[in-house]
């Protein structure tokens, strides 16, 4: 079954510390995989896309990692601001039927 | 600017009565679908068309009619809305059919009484 599980639920932190969500897929055959940030009561915005052959990729203080041997993705947010709290959700894309696949999200928290 | 409208923002209605959310994209995308999320269950996909009068159901269509009469307009409606439609509802738009990102709208927070 195709599914897509991220962890945590939800995360607090503290401003301008680091933090790092994870996501891992089984979904198959894979396409690619986009991290979304949701502000509360907004659509979700694409952050950044990884394919297969990336390993990583930077959008500013935001750092995407790809295993796709291991089917795990992760975000990375550096230096967090108060702007970061939102959700962020992980859609991986797969070549059967034109399908996006959702995970569940994680709701972050950044404190002052 | 580019763009994914959807309205209303915000609705409360009663059980039965039926409504239309429409939603409308102006980017020439041939792909459109629409979701509804819901807390812990992430983002379900009700109904998507790949073009002009080609529409096919998502995951969770019970409840749901839609139309593709233009390549902009893709409108969401609820014949007899119950209780258990009551969520957060988005439309999205995509270039075409297996393109990997999607276009959200601002989104639908529909209550039904």
């Known amino acids: 079954k195709n599914q897509v599980e991220q962890s945590p639920q939800s995360l607090i932190i503290l401003e301008g510390k680091n933090c790092t969500l994870q996501?891992?897929?089984?979904?198959?055959?894979?396409?690619?995989l986009r991290w979304y940030k949701q502000d509360t009561g907004r659509g979700p915005v694409s952050l950044t896309i990884?394919?297969?052959?990336?390993n990583t990729k930077s959008n500013g203080r935001y750092t995407a990692t790809l295993d796709a041997d291991t089917k795990q993705s992760s975000l990375h947010i550096t230096a967090s601001q108060l702007s970061d709290s939102a959700s962020y959700i992980c859609?991986?894309?797969?070549?059967?039927?034109?399908?996006?696949?959702f995970g569940s999200g994680t709701k972050l928290n950044v404190k002052p | 600017e580019a763009q994914v409208t959807q309205n209303p923002r915000y609705l409360i209605t009663v059980t039965g009565k039926k409504l239309t959310v429409t939603c409308s994209q102006n980017?020439?995308?041939?792909?459109m679908s629409w979701y509804r999320q819901d807390p812990g269950l992430g983002l379900r996909q009700i109904y998507y068309?790949?073009?002009?009068?080609?529409?096919d159901k998502g995951d969770v269509p019970e409840g749901y009619k839609v139309s593709r009469k233009e390549k902009r307009n893709f409108p969401l409606i609820l014949e007899s809305p119950s209780p258990n439609q009551t969520s957060l509802y988005f439309c999205a738009s995509s270039p075409f059919p297996g393109s990997t990102e999607a276009f959200f709208g601002q989104g639908t927070r529909l209550t039904v009484v």
């Open positions: 990884m394919t297969f052959s990336e």
């Open positions: 068309s790949m073009n002009v009068e080609v529409t």
């Open positions: 996501c891992n897929y089984t979904v198959s055959p894979f396409s690619n």
């Open positions: 980017m020439n995308h041939e792909y």
């Open positions: 859609v991986v894309s797969s070549y059967n039927f034109n399908k996006f696949y």
